[in-house]
């Protein structure tokens, strides 16, 4: 970035908010996507408002580029700055700015980190439901920008589903504050649901206020050995017709051994075996029984080898370990990430397909299943070898995914469940995105930001 | 219309779906609405995805403006055709086209009225929660479009939230297939949700997959007399704290008079209350104790003076009548409806600051207020008097509406709650949504629909 811009983008945010660290490229220039090269022209702390405004319309008016950035810890490069670009981090604006005691709502500045908030509402005897591996960095406003979904969406839904209200500033500079946290507001576009996903290409999150809700009474979990893939969801019936389960994951030995090298733990039990479940359920609204009878019906049809329920919230956690643990387990092995989705009801058809295709295009890779299979999400990640250098590894995959993607629009999916589109999938949108939808996508984002400054590149 | 274009048109959605009787402009070119003149150019039964596409494209192509028309049971003039416009109702596409058992969801064409819907969840074990007076006329099309709230958002939300894929038409003839029933699908923007509250303007509803949810276990109704409005919300918490509620609505002692007199019934109790507010919770999930307690409790704070809770399914629907048959009672009154909202902690301020303009403004007329208090929703009724003509009626009230809208703004409101903005609200819109996110919406609109034939004049 020229030196003379550079002083006057001091001059609009405060001197004391450009960094220009040696570990700004880094640090500030890129996500947990470890596949691009990061460049940033310059990195900005948002301090507030009126700050974000002054600089998106200093960055409008000299056509600049502008990539938002919370807890980088986006895993399809929404958040890399490749090409000059001013990141804006929201590191610093993590107010929690009020909360309603009546509604039960809270509004918070978009820097909030995940744990934060759910500290917070957990202080005030409430609960935020939204929960993922990485919400100790990852920040609401990246959670917003992503939709970000995880563990508890069978209960309550993805991130979209809080939401009562944002602010947002525009590329004109313009603040809107959408919806304003009502129940009831018919009138018109709901350009908060739009910009929810939208990945900061139609303009960046201030603030949100978001709904919390009452915390789970007896929360219990279990884990249970799966001998084949194909049982997964008939297991999910089993329980789900007696139990109300707030989460229904899966993952396979290969995940398990990996997590147990990784953090030292033992196997959860003696039996190993192909594939584990692990479900959460609220034992103070079911009673214990209703699980025992799902257990015991899975294990008489030969759904379920072996199991163990959590019997303190300690022993609770623990069993959670052995799933959030994995992303972090594999991470050494610098995973290319599948993050995929089908409706629930055709996952049996959708794992046996994506099992025969990736079986017979990558025998010389470690494939590393898991997922919040009872939302019809699937992390499918390939492992690099030892020797196999990062750019060869990255294009080996994108061939095979091509043809694993091809299985999703077969299946009627979705590219990216949660992990949203960003720099990695960006090509592959087309897959689940019709050619009309992708038109109509670039002529919204055109209405927004006709000058492409925000967060371009990413997304369409 | 022209003769020449009406043959066309015959040619092209087939002659036996143009409708040209007597009662067309009566009956197709209005809603609920008496406000407005239908004046329309044709009536046209969709049939099938292909045909409405075909019309959309032949619309587009002659420039022909197109209304929507579902169940015509709108508030806002959003279905009515005043000016030659073809209006496409949706009556004849009305197919239940499939169900799915795992998912519990079911894919139905727009035309299915809402209490077909209810039925055909009741008769698989299951509930659509989504509620109101006009359910057995309005179509699914129609409630998406206007994302139609009622009686029980407070436990199961909107539509919006019951809708998990929506298949679409939009100006060029384009079929957009939004979402596709998945749980978790992080590709950008969701136009699902673009479309849902669009009010036709952006593109016609030919299909939804819905959610269906578990059926409530014992629903109970408790009717309650409260001696001042400024109570309402009081006596709200009370219960929240204590049951789990699906509905909480309030009205006053006309509504009520209004109701006895158009249907007959007698009183609920021997006292007389200037305002009654109902409540419905799930008494399997509560147990009656926990209501009693509340009730007692409002009851020795002299928040409430007299009350009944519904002992069977028979005379719970007994309670409901006398909130779900206000609408009806006083529409012979060409009631002037204000159905506005603001934030459920700013309830009792708001409605102290409406009664106040209201009485000052209103000496002549008859209020009457009623409405889903619980969700922030206010529905305030100004009853025409019989000597007045309506031309005169509407000046007058859209005069102190200004005044009324003010406070909504004030309050940081919405000038139309869940009957949508159509021709009625559009001049109010600017009260509660900003000129930045009106000069958005029609830059979207734009986007969508660059010839202006979807709805036309509606919502912006």
Known sequence: MRQSLLAELANVVGEENLYTGADASDKYGQDWTRFFKPNPGAVVFARNADQV??????????????????????LSGGAVAERDEIVVSFDKMNRILAF???ENSVTVEAGVITAELQRYASDKGLFYPVDFASSGSSQIGGNIATNAGGIRV?????TRDQITGLEVVTRSGQRLALNRGLVKN??????????IGSEGTLGFILEATIRLVSPPGDPAVILMALPAMEEVMNVFSAFRSRLP??????FSEEALLHVMSHTGVSRPFATKAGYYALLEFDRAAAGAASA?????????????????????EQQRGNLWRYREDISASITPFTPYKNDISVRVSSVPGF???????VGRRYPDFEIVWFGHIGDGNLHLNILKPGDWDVETFKRKCEGVSESVMAIVARFE??????????????DQLGFTRSEAEIALMRAVKKAFDPNNIMNPGKLI
Chains 1, 2 share one sequence.
């Not at 389960?245 to 899966?250: H, I, K, P, S, V």
């Not at 999916?413 to 960006?426: D, F, I, Q, T």
């Open 154 to 158: 069978l209960r309550y839904g993805l």
């Open 100 to 102: 309603d005691e009546v």
């Open 351 to 357: 794992l046996k397909a994506v099992q025969e295709e």
């Open 413 to 426: 999916g979705s590219v990216s469940a949660e992990h949203g589109v960003g720099l990695l999938k960006r």
């Open 186 to 195: 018919a009138t018109g576009y709901d350009f908060r649901h739009l910009f």
């Open 292 to 312: 025992t009878e799902a257990f015991a019906s899975c294990v008489e049809k030969g759904l379920v080898s072996d199991g163990v329920i959590s019997q303190s």
């Open 245 to 250: 389960l707030t989460a229904y994951e899966f």
């Open 53 to 74: 405004v002054r600089l998106v319309g200093f960055a409008n008016e000299h056509e600049l580029a502008l990539v938002p950035s919370g807890g980088r810890t986006g």
